[in-house]
């Protein structure tokens, strides 16, 4: 019987990346939808998940794409009903609240799986395994996206624990703390708050690691034309480029790897693989970044933003 899905939130990445990619994954069906302003045709759609609990609609796992300032309760509520969870990123608002949520996991028998969906991009892993044995002499991240585009209307981004330019910026932070052979740390960040505004719009980080690597990254959510989402490594071994999410890596200019594969498809097969393992994968470190980005930050106050 494959695994039954409740999708909870239905915006821009649900419709756009978790419904068909649910829809083409061996072993999952989408089972119901919970929102209080869409549906899904020929799928049965609750306003709440408590109206789903108490209803007869047999679902084994849920999807949370709801801003992460309300997924901690959604996901407590979802695991002490057994259902296993997955987490859009970022799985939270907080670094704090996730923890709980993976020893209440482990307690009822379930899966917590905390997504981080750039790391499933083609060229990730072949950058990871390039560098592995490579001496790093720097690092520097670009990732410039317009917000009007990727999240119109979403005024919930720019919230407390909306995390703002940062929503975008974790994707860098994920391929990072994935790829980087040793743990990288926040040194010190300049964040640009929009007077209007509770999260940034902008942000400048200088990171590091054990032997001193020099990283620097780049966030700005105002970027209008090209869209920007790059990585730079420099190695004793050559130059590589980590382009276009993580999907093109380049080495000294040579085409290593371009393919645009679904990201979410391969993170839904992973979800699968979980469950079937009776495992959870809960990784906090893309979170705990920026958590010390606003911990070190230097707060710089700019123009408003209306959306």
């Not at 997924?71 to 009903?81: D, F, L, M, V």
């Amino acid at each position: 019987m494959p695994i039954r899905v409740a999708i909870l939130g239905l915006g821009k990445i649900a419709r756009d990346q978790h419904l068909p990619s649910i829809a083409v994954t061996p072993g999952l069906t989408i089972a119901a939808v919970v929102s209080r302003n869409a549906a899904l045709d020929d799928v049965p759609c609750f306003p709440t998940l408590d109206a789903l609990l108490a209803s007869d609609c047999a679902v084994d796992a849920v999807a949370l794409c709801t801003p992460p300032q309300v997924r901690r309760a959604q996901a407590a509520c979802a695991i002490s009903a057994g259902k296993h969870v997955l987490l859009e990123k970022p799985p939270g608002a907080t670094v704090s609240e996730i923890l709980p949520l993976a020893a209440a996991a482990r307690a009822r028998g379930v899966t917590l799986f905390a997504t981080w969906h750039s790391r499933f991009a083609a060229a990730v892993e072949p950058a990871r395994a390039f560098l592995a044995n490579r001496d790093l002499r720097a690092v520097t991240i670009v990732w410039k996206e317009d917000v009007r585009v990727w999240h119109p209307g979403q005024a919930w981004i720019f919230e407390p624990g909306g995390l703002g330019v940062f929503d975008p910026g974790i994707n860098a932070l994920s391929i990072l703390t994935r790829i980087l052979p040793r743990p990288a740390f926040v040194t010190a960040a300049a964040l640009d708050f929009p007077a209007n505004r509770f999260a940034p719009i902008a942000a400048e980080l200088t990171l590091s690691d054990e032997t001193g690597l020099p990283i620097r990254a780049e966030f700005d959510f105002l970027q209008t034309g090209l869209q920007t989402w790059d990585i730079y490594f420099e190695t004793d071994a050559g130059n590589l480029v980590l382009s276009s999410g993580g999907a093109k890596l380049l080495i000294d200019g040579q085409s290593v790897v371009d393919d645009g594969i679904a990201e979410y498809i391969t993170l839904y097969k992973r979800f699968a693989d979980l469950i079937a393992r009776s495992e959870s994968d809960v990784d906090l470190s893309p979170l705990s970044l920026v958590a010390d980005a606003f911990l070190l930050g230097r707060r710089r106050i700019v123009t408003e933003f209306e959306d």
